[in-house]
Every structure is written in C-alpha cells, then in structure tokens.
C-alpha cells in the first residue's frame, strides 16, 4: 500500500534484452557446415560444379541470415522515417553481439577455404610439375592490379573506422564511398575482364586439365564472397549516410571490414598459389 514499484509481467517484458530472444544461429550454422562437408566429399569426387553450388549455397546461407537478422529489427523504424538518429543515442548491439556472430562466419568460411585449398594441393602434389604439361604459365597483370585495389581497401576502410571513432563522419563515410568502389573494382576486373578473356580466347577454361577446374573453382568462390562483402559495403554506406554510426555504435562498420580482411586474406594466398607459384614451379 502507497509503494510505487511497477511490478506487473508486462513492465517486465518490455523491458527485457533484445538478445534474450531465441536464435536460429546454431541450426543454420550447423546446416551450412553440413552442406558444405557435402559439396567438399563430391568436390574430392571430381564434381566440381555441384561441389561449388553447395558450397557458396552454404556460404549464402550464412550471409543471407546475418543480414536479416541484423536489419529486422530496424526496418519498421526505415520504414517510418529515413532522418537522422540524434547524435549520442545508444542503439546498442545489432542485434546481438556482433563479435561473436563475425566469428562464426569467418570460422564457417576457413571450413570452406581450408577444404577447397585441401582439395588443390591433394591434386598438386600428384603432378611432379605445376601447372602440369600444356597449361598455360597464367598472366599476373590484373591479379596484380586486383592485389592492390584490396590492399588499399583494407587501408582505406580502416582509416575510415579510425576517423568515426574520433568523431569525423564526414572522413568516415567519404572512406567507406572509397572502400565501396575499390571493392566493386575487383569483381568488374574478374568477372569483366580476365575470365572473359581467358574462356574466349581458350587460354584456359574450365575443362583445361585440372589446373583449369582447381583455378576457376578457387578464383570463383573467392570473387563470389567478393561480391557479398560489395553489397555488405553499400549496406554499410547506407546506414552510414543514415547517420546509424557514432564513436559508441561502430559494431556492424567493424564487423563488415573484419570480413573484408579475411578476403584480402584469402586473395594473397590465391595470388601466391595460382599465379606466382605457377611462374616458379611451371
């Protein structure tokens, strides 16, 4: 009697943490990694192509639910109104810790490399030369100009991170423009340019021995997650220019870089084996 404590269920539940709610993480984690232990056992099979569907479907799957589960619980807040949010609120994680959830799709993503970079050296070692008699000694040109374009990226994106937590939005989203369109660079290069002219010219396709699947397979996965960290860029750009990123709230512009590296990384070694390891061993 006279106290003023609320203590009814539905203050309660208001008021309860966002992250408290179930997940389907663990399901679509431990289905993605099913698929893509399937599509590894029919790569080592020597069917490629079905492999590779499975595998980026795994890669796909992973990607499509950490997206939606990060933009459903803002979109009904879009959808009313695209202003700024006031400088120095607090949103909070997205929706759950971002760290964790970056962490299981990289650990899904080295599942993936490391068995398709498994499946290349299970086939290199058989050959006393590589690349084996009549492949091409591959053309670096462009790998090259591609190194560079995400060796810059990878700089430029965290200089961009740096300037938000000081503070400079202006230099923040002018870097992630930059990051955006030096990201978008690659897969034009790839997909535009260099496997045009090696499948219509023949200098290697495909069906070129297994030099030609084990490289297409490879570069194709790769320029694939590629593309997935472009549109992951431009999501970024977008809830940049929508004012969704302070010095306290950076976590989804960290976690998007995060994974850009891991590609970079991927790349190097890409570029190692396939073009520079070609030229010393061939």
């Known amino acids: 009697m006279g106290s003023t404590t609320d203590t009814s269920p539905t203050h309660s ?24 232990m399937v599509g590894l056992f029919l790569l080592l099979k020597g069917l490629i192509i079905p492999a590779a569907i499975l595998m980026m479907l795994s ?64 086939i290199r070692v058989q050959f006393p030369f590589w690349p084996p008699a009549g492949a091409p000694i591959l053309d670096d040109s462009i790998a090259r100009i591609q190194t560079l374009i995400l060796i810059s990226s990878s700089v430029l994106v965290e200089w961009a991170i ?52 084990t490289f297409f397979l490879l570069t194709g996965i790769h320029g694939a997650h590629v593309v997935a960290g472009v549109i992951a860029y431009s999501y970024t750009d977008i809830r940049a220019f929508m004012g969704q990123y302070s010095p306290k709230n950076y976590g989804f512009a960290e976690a998007t870089s995060t994974y850009w590296h891991f590609v970079h990384i991927i790349w190097l070694l890409l570029f190692a084996l396939l073009w520079q390891g070609s030229r010393l061993l061939g």
Do not use: C
């Not at 208001?14 to 698929?35: F, H, K, R």
């Not at 990051?179 to 002219?197: D, M, N």
């Open 13 to 36: 539940e208001d008021n309860a943490p966002e992250y408290l709610e179930y997940s389907a993480w663990p399901v679509l984690i431990a289905m993605a990694i099913g698929v893509a």
């Open 59 to 122: 890669f796909g799957a992973v990607l499509g639910g950490f997206l939606y589960s990060d933009t459903r619980n803002w979109r009904s807040a879009v959808s009313k109104s695209l202003g700024r949010i006031p400088p120095g609120t607090v949103l909070g994680p997205f929706p759950v810790d971002i760290s964790l959830t970056v962490q299981l799709i990289i650990l899904t993503e080295i599942l993936l490399f490391g068995g398709a970079f498994a499946m290349y050296f299970a």
């Open 162 to 213: 740096w300037q938000l937590k000081r503070g400079n939005q202006r230099a923040f989203r002018f870097g992630l423009i930059g990051t955006t369109v030096l990201a978008s660079l690659f897969p034009i290069l790839q997909f535009g340019f260099e496997w045009p002219h090696l499948l219509f010219n023949k200098i290697l396709t495909p069906t070129s021995g297994f030099f030609g699947a």
